[in-house]
């Protein structure tokens, strides 16, 4: 199974910026599409954003669109999240994901099989 782990997490104060990295393991990383989700306290577990294996389709929520930027470099498996202009709102745990199976869109939680453990991220007001 791939193994992922998150990192870069931390307290940051609006409008400031943070950059997250997710680290997989396993020869398979450059083929899996990979994704960004976030959990905050007492809500449910949401869609930031995604890219494909080879970077040519990424996806994202509304609320981070212009914010947030996903990319990866596959040579050394591993997957970043570049946060800016961050916002209290935006304060939560943030989960990496990989998916292994084919979706046509890949903004769900259905369509990820590989998770990690989070890193929490705060946005002071």
């Known amino acids: 199974q791939v193994q992922l782990v998150e990192s870069g997490g931390g307290l940051v104060q609006a409008g400031g910026s943070l950059r997250l990295a997710c680290a997989a393991s396993?020869?398979?990383?450059?083929?899996?599409?990979m994704g960004w989700f976030r959990q905050a306290p007492g809500k449910e577990r949401e869609f930031v954003l995604s890219?494909?294996?080879?970077?040519?389709?990424?996806y994202y929520a509304d609320s981070v669109k212009g914010r947030f930027t996903i990319s990866r470099d596959n040579a050394k498996n591993t997957l970043y999240l570049q946060m800016n202009s961050l916002k209290p709102g935006d304060t939560a745990v943030y989960y990496c994901?990989?998916?292994?199976?084919?979706?046509?869109?890949?903004?769900?939680?259905?369509?990820?099989?590989?998770w990690g453990r989070g890193t929490q991220v705060t946005v002071s007001s």
């Open positions: 994901a990989a998916a292994s199976r084919y979706y046509n869109t890949y903004v769900t939680r259905a369509a990820f099989d590989y």
């Open positions: 396993g020869r398979t990383f450059s083929r899996y599409t």
């Open positions: 890219i494909t294996w080879n970077g040519d389709r990424t």
